[in-house]
């Protein structure tokens, strides 16, 4: 889900279409076919109003940050497990 826009020249631009674009690569089930959007000044004006006014629909998951890794899943687990021997080593020695 995470891209990053890029203005892009209008390569075949007709008398009244846009000088440019703002392109992002997006896909939406397989990752291996992502879809190009290319979205005028306007549009993506009035998707950042959109997005400003509804932010609980612009909740991100962990995973697609960028240089962020997701969670370790046994992590937590393995904590816990080492504070139980911890703590249980520390009764059995006092």
């Given at each position: 889900?995470?891209?990053?826009?890029?203005?892009?020249?209008?390569?075949?631009?007709?008398?009244?279409?846009?000088?440019?674009?703002?392109?992002?690569?997006?896909?939406?089930?397989?990752?291996?076919?992502?879809?190009?959007?290319?979205?005028?000044?306007?549009?993506?004006?009035?998707?950042?109003?959109?997005?400003?006014?509804?932010?609980?629909?612009c909740q991100f998951p962990v995973d697609?940050?960028?240089?962020?890794?997701?969670?370790?899943?046994?992590?937590?687990?393995?904590?816990?497990?080492?504070?139980?021997?911890?703590?249980?080593?520390?009764?059995?020695l006092t």
């Open positions: 889900m995470l891209g990053k826009l890029e203005k892009v020249e209008n390569q075949d631009r007709g008398a009244t279409a846009s000088l440019g674009y703002w392109r992002v690569a997006v896909y939406q089930d397989d990752p291996s076919s992502p879809e190009c959007l290319l979205l005028t000044d306007g549009e993506l004006a009035r998707s950042r109003d959109r997005a400003r006014k509804n932010p609980e629909d697609i940050s960028v240089g962020v890794d997701p969670p370790i899943p046994w992590l937590g687990w393995a904590l816990i497990a080492g504070a139980v021997v911890g703590i249980i080593a520390l009764v059995w």
